[in-house]
């Protein structure tokens, strides 16, 4: 099942001889819904675990947040100094003082690298795990993420749906769907700023029906809706049966509205998180798991800085520390370090040499921060070359972080999906987990 | 599911297994060629009727002089020393004997890499495409996939990595030997013992110096999978053995080499020694099994029951009812009685239009005592302009009909669909269809067909789609490596590539493009460097083709050959699928040796009648629905609630995003407004992708990214269920003031006519007794709320919320 980067052995694919014979058929009919609820009970060794992911769309510069050179040469090593933080021997940038006294709380990758300086094959790979075609760059060819979470794994409570995108900025939001997965694993969206106001699409009713219409209605169609559900022999008809129970615990249920209801929360803590976008979408996004949420991407856009990189650093790092820190500090103190895993990263780092102001495109080092999840904190995991140009300990890549953080979820990574021509697509084909992470 | 259970065991219970009468052994003699050969003997056994059953794992089996042969419990008789002996057989009181020869034994054969230890690395997963079979391999050590091409894996083992993956000098030390038994850590873990056969060949092919091939070897051939096909019972066993077949006439049993795969695993599964297991399912199920590069299959046909169950059949002179018949009486399964003329008329006219029947032709055929009724509903049908709507939707979607290059490309979008959509109306025979698009060429302004090519437009599309769409074939696996499951090599998959390699095109790609031929160009397989002539798949290559004859007039003509053996078939299964929501191939574009049809008689008649009608879409879509088998009611009878692939009854399925959108349109009484289209314009009448539609996307409406017809999602999800519970969208249209419930606030008549019209309008039927209270009930209750208008918007949410209006049954 464990596919572990140093340390521990297991097989490749998890699986006996016999049921892979048995999968590798199935793969082939395609997976039926008591098939995928099987896979859901099989994969889920940690039940409530939860995700939140934070993506920084245009890729930041890993130079002038987490992976500071400060004894680089003057084109290389940027304005930002470095400061200690509470973990002895770790430092960080100096616009990220919150962070720096969270450090106890996370773990820092610094030597994640791919090999795409495009933010749609490099997004594809961060956000599915596999680097997309040539020629098809910007087609969601794989499944994000979340959208294996949410068909594996479902939602962890009642009443909400499994999969969330909080979306903003340029490239903001792509590549979060099902893909071959179907529609129905696309995420439920936010497309409005929490700070101001948060709606997920058909999940408040329309203005002009009250709930206690709603609740009349679904009485009406209880009445009215007794086919013989033995005229479908694929199980369709029962199916839509439990999501309709589903969408009535949803709209009529206190859970999702409540978690949506930023107002409830202590003001105090809603000014710590900031009260910016960012700020307020972490916040959101931690109500959001706590109500049974799987999986939650917030895409924080813009860091795609070619010039006046320094400028607009000092104006969009220190929202996103304040954010990330506090997050970081709220699912510690409500107990949820275990359970939650809080992931921050971008497509890619930036050109370690300093070009008109700004750095370009350079996916041959990102560092990558993470929390809780039950994984080791407080450590930093590999460590760039002296210019931060290249993993110089322990190169990773993109899929080995997914591998993390699919183990966290209790997912088999090995699993396979058909995609439309029937080829058998594992969830991940390359990756493990990284063993330094692992407690 | 818990009664028909029951009711299965009580015919189980009430009918023990005749008794056996005889018994016969295969192969009638077991000939034993070198120290390590194995035969799998394979015991049968019949009853007075004559039917089979397998004795292979109740038999014993004693050989006379054990010191010549032994023979283990599952009935594999392996060689001791060069000599002649028997084998006897014992069961149910029956025994038979079969002469066994045991020759060159002393002779230490050579170990053949690609017949005897690829197939090892294959057996154990080694090459599967999750480990070092992908195309990156696994931890710097890669195989073909599932062992196509023996000579690179001998090269990965014997060549690569300083050679350490071998050692000659000492085989225990090779990686090849110390990785899969886990000696040292392996991240594929344990796969096989030391000591075990598979360890003993690699191991005495690492000593024998690792060769390749002395050059001697007969080429392997075929495989053969006995018993070839065979009537097996409910839970019950039957042992498979494996025959591969050689150019120089020779054959060897490689059952203990060979790889096993089964196609239905509700019906029948396979263990890693060819022994299968029938389970609860009912049905046909393939056993394939692999090895050397070749697949064969086995076909067990498992019936509900094997006593005769009476039932009459329908009278039908449609050519299609007795194959479908004779079928559910081989399976022991009976038909559901025909489905009532307003479920009839709903059904046709959902699948043949795209739209709900109006109330009047409901009830028009219904007050009809013509018992030739249906079949003349279904030619107006088939006569109506809704037909090639809904048609030309289909084939637009899987024909990539997409304005991928934004809105200027939307000239030629429009000008393609209404191409497809009049060829449709027209009745254009498929085949001359089929090849205008193929073998388009000219302006796009004026060639609209020639939209296809700006569309699909590498070579690699080009050859994958037309494989999939016209041939039902998904032969995109042999781009990269040789067909996991079929005989096409990457050479097959180049040489039909050539065809599409002299396509010239000239234009901005956006607005127009011009297709001409080029006067020369080749694919070439890039494995071996080597050009491939043009050559369809199967038929003799294309040599020589002179510079002015284009390639795709060529595929174009041996497409609509009448000895085609895809073509047609490709067509008739996908348009099957249309009507009964599973083809006879399912998927319905994935036809092979290894996946075949649940009736393979039916897929033939359905062939042979489609050619000999000129192609002709109308006809065969005339056939199908005036079918007793289309008119079956939805609802289990008897013994067939557990039919999933014979069409013992009628399926019920859901209605496609575009169809469901116009029928709740139909129902509340409004109409789409699509951006830049007149109203009252249809979902299923839209001309491309290009028309954003919160609706249609959540109902899975295909991107038209993808050849397959799988890309339209018909799996349900719960953002369907809460764009239906408690959408703006949804509740826009009932509060439309131009809307049903709208009017009916200003309508006269009595409520309980206003619930029969919804009802025939939604179901076909008029309402239940108890479901008109019901409405009623509701309706009274807002009235005296004074809400009477939001208590028709209720009734009418209700009625589209259920699942009798979601789904075609």
Known sequence: ?439 | MVSVFSLALALLAGNPAPPIVSIEAAPPVVTLRGSDGAVQVIVTGRDARGHAVDLTGKASYAIKTTKIARADVAGLVSAGSNGRTELTVSVNGKSAVVPVEVSDFENVRPVHFASEVVPILTRFGCNAGGCHGKSTGQNGFRLSLLGFDPKSDHEALVREARGRRIMPGDPAQSLILKKPTASIPHGGGKRFAVGSPEYSTIARWIRQGTPLASGAEPKLISLEVEPAKRLVPRQSRQQLRVIAKYADGTSTDVTRLAQFQSNAADVATVNETGLAETQDGVGEAAIMARFGGQVGVARATVPLTTEPVAWDEPKSSNPIDPLVFRKLRELGIEPSPPCSDSEFARRSSLDIRGTLPSIAEVAELERSTDPARRDKWIDKLIDSPEYADLFAMKWSAILKNRRSLGVQSQAGTFAFHAWVRQSIAENKPYDRFVAEIVAARGDMSINPAVNWYRQVNTLESRVDDTAQLFLGMRIQCARCHHHPFERWSQDDYYGFASLFSRIGTKGNDVANVRIFLLPSGQASNPVTRQVKAPKPLGAPELANLPASVDPRDKLASWLRQKDNPYFAKALVNRYWKHFFGRGLVEPEDDMRVTNPPSNPELLDALNDSFIASGYDLKALVRLIATSKAYDRSSLPSGTNAGDRRNFARFYAKRLPAEVLLDAINEVAGTSEPFIGLPDNFHATQLPDDGFDSEFLTVFGRPKRESVCECERSSEANLSQTLHLLNSAELQRKLENSQGRAAKWVNDARPDSEKIDELYRLAFGRLAKSDERAHCLEHIERRRTEKRLRQGYEDVIWAIVNTKEFLFNQ
């Not at chain 1, 100094?81 to 509470?86: L, M, W």
């Open chain 1, 1 to 439: 099942m464990l596919d572990v980067i140093g340390g521990q052995f297991a097989p490749c694919d998890g699986h006996s001889r016999r049921s892979f014979l048995r999968i590798g058929s199935l793969g082939l009919a395609g997976l039926a819904l008591p098939q995928i609820l099987q896979a859901r009970a099989e994969g889920s060794a940690r039940k409530n675990t939860a995700v939140i992911q934070v993506m920084l769309s245009g890729g930041p510069s890993h130079m002038d947040t987490y992976d500071l050179k400060p004894d680089a040469p003057r084109e290389f090593r940027g304005e930002f100094k470095p400061i200690p933080t509470n973990v002895p021997g770790i430092s960080i940038c100096e616009l990220m003082p919150r962070q720096a006294m969270a450090m106890d709380k996370m773990s820092l990758i610094r030597s994640v690298a791919h090999e795409s300086s495009d933010h749609f094959v490099g997004t594809h790979w961060v956000m599915t795990g596999y680097q997309s075609s040539p020629n098809e760059q910007q087609k969601n060819e794989r499944p994000s993420a979340g959208s294996i979470v949410a068909k594996l794994r479902g939602p962890n409570g009642p009443g909400v749906p499994p999969y969330v995108s909080m979306v903003g900025g340029i490239f903001g939001g792509i590549f979060q769907n099902g893909a071959y997965l179907g529609p129905g694993y696309n995420p439920f969206t936010i497309d409005n700023d929490p700070s101001t106001n948060a709606r997920v699409r058909n999940l408040a009713p329309p203005p002009s029906l009250s709930m206690s219409r709603i609740e009349d209605r679904s009485l009406l169609l209880a009445k009215l809706d007794q086919v013989n559900r033995e005229r479908d022999v694929s199980g369709t008809m029962q199916g839509l049966d439990q999501f309709t129970t589903q969408a009535y615990e949803m709209v009529t249920g206190p859970a999702a509205r409540k978690a949506l209801d930023l107002s409830t929360e202590d003001p105090r803590l809603r000014d710590r998180y900031g009260r910016t976008r960012i700020g307020q979408s972490c916040l959101l996004a931690r109500r959001l798991v706590e109500a049974g949420v799987t999986f939650v991407t917030i895409s924080d856009g813009n860091w795609d800085h070619h010039g006046s990189i320094f400028q607009s650093c000092r104006q969009q790092v220190p929202p996103l520390d304040a954010a990330v820190a506090t997050l970081v500090e709220d699912i510690y103190d409500r107990g949820l370090a275990d359970r939650v895993l809080v992931l921050v990263w971008g497509e890619f780092g930036r050109t370690p040499r300093i070009n008109n102001g700004g750095r370009d495109h350079w996916p041959g080092a990102m560092s990558v921060a993470v929390a809780g999840g039950g994984l080791k904190m407080g450590q930093v995991v590999g460590a760039t070359n002296r210019k931060g140009e290249q993993p110089a300990e322990k190169p990773l890549r993109p899929e080995d972080v997914l591998q993390t953080v699919y183990h966290v979820l209790g997912i088999n990574a090995r699993h396979d999906f058909p995609n439309d021509s029937g080829r058998p697509m594992p969830v991940l084909n390359q990756g493990r987990v990284i063993g330094e992470l692992l407690a």
